[in-house]
């Protein structure tokens, strides 16, 4: 399978700390694959999604994904390259209050020019919220919300899925639920997704899991 994403020497240090979050990480992650990123609270997994996703620069090291060297972007190429390429799911849902349902999931298709088509319609389907379409995120349930955020996530056919602790504000049976329906969609969809998680239940049905430990990341 050919490598989506490629990390080498990867580094992550925060001015004033006498020590980095990571060094020298190396990995690769290939298109069309579920890999999971265990590791405890202040490990350095959200930090190393924050890099995945253009949000923040590496301070040594090189990553390319898709092609693109994001270590030296600007924040206008940064923002360019989130809105295309990447879809992200949250654990605090981040849906827009003032949006209805059918509405958070136009935007990523509205940022990128996509012509809306059958899209909203085939991923409300999708999600089992036909019926909400024009409710608003308040009016809904932590499970659908997390359900919404999943669509919008997703719609606009990005090359890779980051989703941070996806399931930490749902109680067990909603979690289930929610993980399944994320690694359904995935799966059809041929999206590459990475979960960063402390769960090993979130992350059970993972191509290959690995786990950041002391800024290691090695298999368990």
Excluded: W
């Excluded at 827009?96 to 509405?103: G, K, Q, S, Y």
């Amino acid at each position: 399978m050919t490598a989506l994403i490629v990390g080498r020497g990867l580094g992550m240090c925060y001015p004033g700390s006498s020590a980095g979050v990571f060094e020298a990480l190396n990995f690769e992650v290939a298109s069309g694959e579920f890999v999971a990123i265990l590791g405890r609270s202040g490990s350095g997994k959200s930090t190393l999604l924050h890099l995945l996703g253009a949000m923040e620069q590496p301070t040594s090291g090189s990553l390319t994904i898709g092609g693109i060297k994001l270590d030296g972007l600007d924040d206008i190429a940064q923002t360019a390259f989130r809105r295309r390429h990447l879809g992200f799911v949250f654990q605090a849902y981040n849906l827009v209050p003032t949006l209805t349902v059918a509405e958070n999931l136009r935007l990523p298709l509205d940022l990128n020019g996509i012509a809306e088509g059958d899209s909203i319609a085939q991923m409300l389907e999708a999600l089992g919220l036909e019926n909400r379409a024009r409710r608003y995120p308040d009016q809904l349930s932590g499970g659908e919300q997390q359900r919404v955020a999943i669509g919008r996530a997703l719609i606009h056919a990005p090359d890779l899925i980051l989703a941070d602790e996806p399931t930490g504000n749902l109680d067990a049976e909603t979690s289930a639920e929610v993980l399944a329906l994320l690694q359904r969609l995935v799966r059809t969809r041929r999206h590459t997704l990475i979960v960063a998680t402390h769960s090993l239940d979130a992350a059970r049905n993972a191509d290959r899991i690995f786990q950041l430990d002391h800024g290691r990341l090695v298999s368990p």
